[in-house]
């Protein structure tokens, strides 16, 4: 295999996977960068932010890596994910006292060959992965299947954009895309995000990304469906109060809601100082909001009430 002998990219004698010689790393938490996805990124690290800098200077390239664990300071080359992107640095922004506030954009995906220094600045020799175009019906299957799964998800979920779903459409000719898309905007584990980031097989891609979406949509159309009962719940119990109250108004214009109140909270004082036993006490009580809820002109009233005093009393 050709290298080059500068820092730049070499290509192989086959044509299909480039060398880099040097390129500085930019050890990240917590986020995965996908090729043709742009993001915004906030450095305070030095050596990250070292990094970045020269990368401006220069090419503007600079390799991404995911940490391993998010809350090593300051990582090394075995905390670091072995595969990440080759990415473009745009727009950046000093933060005080010493951080960066950059937007990087997604190149191609790249492995670490070697890890050539670690101080000030990481740099590591890497290789380009190329993916292998695959045009078949099934691939094309997969692409749309994923789409609108992605999308009925989005409909689901409040905080994903409608936008997102139109970007979705867009991409379904365009299967490899259209993954690194949806797992960049899917809420899956860094684990799970670096997986699909590490297959440069597209088949494999939509197929684990099918598996992960459908996961979480199961999840989405759960928590809808228990929203759903709560709203449900929560409109009757509204309906009942305004109900509940109407009577109240009623009973008052007919000169009943004192008696009525006073009975009432007489029979609760006589329950709650029975002693009864707390399965009955769970039965009076069931049987005096049923009371409160009566008309005191109702038979089913006095029926009610009777029944409550003998409870008491025995």
Known sequence: MAISTGHGPDRSESGKARIYDSIAVLPVRNLIIYPHMAAPLVANRSGSVK?????????????????????????????????GTLSMVHKSMKLPPDGLHVLVQGVSRMKVIEVLETEPIMRVKAELLDEADDDSVEVKGLAQNLSGQFQKLVDLVQNMSDELKIAAINLEEAPSKLADFIAFNLKISLADQQAVLESDNVRQRLEGLTILLNRELEVAETGSRIQNQVQTERGKAQRDYYLREQMKAIQKELGEADEHSEERDDLGRKIAESGMPEDVRKDADRELTRLSRMSPSSPEFSIARTYLEWLSEL
Do not use: F, K, W
Not at 60 to 78: C, K, T
């Open 51 to 83: 990094a970045l800098d020269e990368a401006l200077q220069g090419d503007s390239e600079i390799l991404i890596l995911a940490q391993r664990d998010p809350d090593v300071d300051a990582p090394q080359a075995e905390d670091l994910y072995n595969t």
